[in-house]
């Protein structure tokens, strides 16, 4: 896996990468299913079933190519995100201790997507933290619209719609599908894995739309979806999360 | 008599509204006092200590200033004829597979124009769910009190200052709409462990 924390040269020549990331605890077309209780159907020895435990092991993906699932994503994060570098700026900014509490996976989850797909412009993690500061004020459990379930979710606020898409191995996304239940969102990493792996979905949709590689900003835009409103109000919304950025960008300096 | 009569009922009004007035400026001092940066202005005893207490689980409270407000909401209190909600732009999107829009709420006071927007584009069908509870708990109400984090503010084509906001929750004497499920609840605050992230100690 490359090294993306500078742009590169190459970024341009970029296919969709067949390797698994190192952090993956299977082989590609495979992913990780944690030791679980199953229930055995009946036999005859055991005429009306019977409970086991099934250790953890690698299961097949259905299409054969990339997927995350949540046990998988809680692995990864448990066993390498407490040391990822480079972290999002600590500061709080008036968030109180959920400010800074979802660092480790913001950093780990930029670096992993990063990994995946190579950007041009690497995602910075301060502009995850701010989109999230601005999305949830880093309430995990929130919902958008009491009325309507399927409204944005958790953290990064996902979409229903988008779950869905994440979801379908035959759909919209050709490659890297993570598979998560509309409760799995309401999981901090789970949420935040979802939500960037969506965010590089919109920077390539912004990119066709545009005409040339959407950079951040412009993502950011299409995912707030505020390409759909009139631009004067669409920018006061951005500027909020804007300066949120600079804030962590500077990071307490002046 | 009659003289007397009249006389006894206006001492009784007068005695009447000056204790309507000291339990209205009793209870703009109680909320004050126990969450000073919450509210801007009057609430016109609309508002709860419960109302502020949820903006302090939010994040910490601070003293509002146009320079630097991350994420502190901010409650204000609107004369509700100068106030109006309305969905801004009609485009469709493949988010909502519906169409999209912007949720404003635009109100006036002392001169001032203050706009609530929605934190990102919302169905457009929400939006008009919005718009029905607006009219619901607006009507017959002289006040409305909004709730959010401040922007920016400049000055707009005509000369007028106009102040920008993340919309959070309306509430009237009849009741609380908010943006977020539970907005309105101190309840959900609390159980959520909010208040304790933000809480100084």
Partial sequence: MRNNNAASENCHDKKDKEEVHPWRLCPAGEHWVCTHQMHVPPSKSFPEGHETIRHGHCARNPSGKDALYPDEIKEIDEQHFANVEPKPCPLELKFGKRGSQYDDLIAGWTKYWNDIFSPCESLDPNL?????????????????????????????????????????????????????????????????????????QKQKLASSKLGHEANWEETIYEFKGLSTVPKERAEKLLKKFKDLHELYKKCGKK | MWKKVVIYLLLWWDVFSLNKLFAVTMHLETLTSKFPYALIGDDFGVLSLDDLAINSCIAEPSAFTIKDSPGYPYWQCFDARKARIFCSGHKYSEDYNNFSTLLVIAAEKNGFRHEYYSRRAVDYDVCKEFVSDWENLTKNEKYVCLSGPYIEQEKDKNGIMVSYWIFDKFKTKKGCMPYFQYGCSLAYQLKSGACNSTSKK
């Fill in chain 1, 128 to 200: 995850v933290k701010a989109l999230i500061a601005s999305e949830s004020h880093f309430d995990p459990n929130i919902l958008a619209n009491k009325k309507n379930p399927k409204s944005g979710r958790g953290l990064m606020q996902v979409l229903d719609s988008t779950r869905m898409i994440l979801n379908n191995e035959n759909g919209e996304l050709k490659n890297h599908f993570v598979h998560v239940t509309r409760a799995d969102l309401n999981n901090p990493s789970i949420n935040i894995c979802a939500g960037i792996r969506w965010l590089f």
